[in-house]
């Protein structure tokens, strides 16, 4: 998501700048923020179990990689202070991806904190089973842990890829076993793919482009929506835990557009969660405060 323009913070940002001159800049958001949505409504902190394993994740992931590399070029110091930030907001999801090139940052942050406090995706793109075996080692390695929570096939769109790339299938369901990987699943970029992934069993976990004005999804128009949460319900029918990205059209989205897509995104019964890019601190409040003042009911 690109960075929110100032004048859309509707004086959230504003308070957190005054706290921080006494010190109190969590505790005035928490009582500014998180408070403020009733507990019948839906709010981006939410605990969401993912699958069979338990694990449980918050509803809102912190996503690392708007327009691949932007938060890299932050530093290792901004990022740690980002997840961290988010962390203490309750957003327990972080979404990444090896070509974000952001692993090592990641690693520094937990560090920090308990490994179980954080559920960690990160995505490959290998397309051999030898490259797969490879980046898990390296990616535990660069994330400084002995798992890692969720592990994707990253960027597919060809329709016939469960058959194509059944070697890297079988690399990650042996890493599974080995508990090197709790999830495995995949991210698609064409309809085609995203319906092969909904008919292969071996997926455990989706991650889908969606948002009500089709931007940056796998069809082109408005009108055209269904013909993706059709599919999308359908993997949910049958046991497979979705999640969303592009929810903002990669940062395209201003002002009522950003709520009436977050609040199509809380809407979505066959979504457990979707992700945000974030750059900074500031971005991840404005998005919590706008989902709190959306008081989406819960079902």
Known sequence: MKAIDRREFLGVATAAAGAALTGSVQALLADAVGSANPPGFLRASDTVTLGKTGLKASRLALGTGTKILMQRELGEAAIVRLLRHGLDRGIRWWDTADMYKIHPYMGAALKEIERDRVVINTKTLARDAATVKADIERFRKELDTDYIDI????????????????????????????????????????????RASAASPWVDIQLAR??????????????????????????????KIVYGMKILGEGQFKGDRIDRSLEFALKQSYLT????????????????????RLRVPRV
């Not at 969660?273 to 709190?292: L, N, S, V």
Request: glycine share 10%.
């Open 273 to 292: 969660g979707f992700t945000i890019g974030f750059r900074y601190p500031e971005e991840i409040d404005d998005i919590i405060a706008r989902i709190d």
């Open 210 to 239: 969606v948002n009500p004005y089709a931007v940056i999804m796998d069809i082109r128009k408005a009108d055209e929506v269904p013909k993706v949460t059709g599919v999308l319900e359908e993997m949910h029918k049958h046991g």
């Open 151 to 194: 592990l994707l096939l990253h960027c597919l769109t060809d329709g016939g890829w469960p058959e194509k790339l059944r070697g890297c299938m079988d690399a990650l369901s042996e890493a599974k076993q080995r508990g090197q990987v709790r999830l495995v699943g995949c991210s698609c970029h064409s309809l085609d793919a995203l």
